[in-house]
């Protein structure tokens, strides 16, 4: 699979909000299968 062309900036961004919502999740237990789910 191919990442779209992005701007430069939006990359950064992502990883700034997703971080602390995936340590939260693995602290919870969620795992990568329930992930998918989860954004539904």
Do not use: H, I, W
Not at 6 to 24: E, G, H, K
């Amino acid at each position: 699979m191919q990442l779209p062309n992005l701007p430069p900036s939006l990359l950064p961004a992502l990883q700034y909000v997703m971080r602390p919502l995936v340590r939260l999740m693995l602290r919870k237990g969620v795992t990568y299968n329930c992930f998918p789910e989860l954004l539904k």
